[in-house]
């Protein structure tokens, strides 16, 4: 019904800077709230940063003003700008979407992204 394609990621020094961007295509009636989550090995997946249609932002202490989060209704995008990158976000990240099917029928479903690896190392 829904897929999501991130692209973007990659390999960058510290303190370097990536921009991820992830589109949603299918059969869909509305997008709610969008995000990114990472998970890196031997860890849990965190969630990094959430959007909603209205554009209310979420971010993991972790980020917190060094990434942005961003989207177009009217293109069903989202984007995530990193900025001053550490090791420490070196994981696969994943685009996440919460989103309705169907107009008139009142549930909705989480779609994920296929995941795009970023590596911060020297």
């Known amino acids: 019904q829904v897929q999501l394609v991130e692209s973007g990621g990659g390999l960058v020094q510290p303190g370097g800077s990536l921009r991820l961007s992830c589109a949603a295509s299918?059969?869909?009636?509305?997008?709610?709230?969008m995000g990114w989550y990472r998970q890196a090995p031997g860890k849990e997946r965190e969630l990094v940063a959430a959007?909603?249609?209205?554009?209310?932002?979420n971010y993991v202490d972790s980020v917190q003003g060094r990434f942005t989060i961003s989207r177009d209704n009217a293109k069903n995008t989202v984007s995530l700008q990193m900025n001053s990158l550490k090791p420490g976000d070196t994981a696969v990240y994943y685009c996440?979407?919460?989103?309705?099917?169907?107009?008139?029928?009142?549930?909705?479903?989480?779609?994920w992204g296929q995941g795009t690896q970023v590596t911060v190392s020297p």
């Open positions: 996440n979407a919460n989103v309705q099917v169907q107009p008139w029928v009142w549930s909705s479903s989480d779609y």
């Open positions: 299918g059969t869909l009636f509305s997008i709610n709230a």
């Open positions: 959007i909603t249609r209205g554009g209310s932002t």
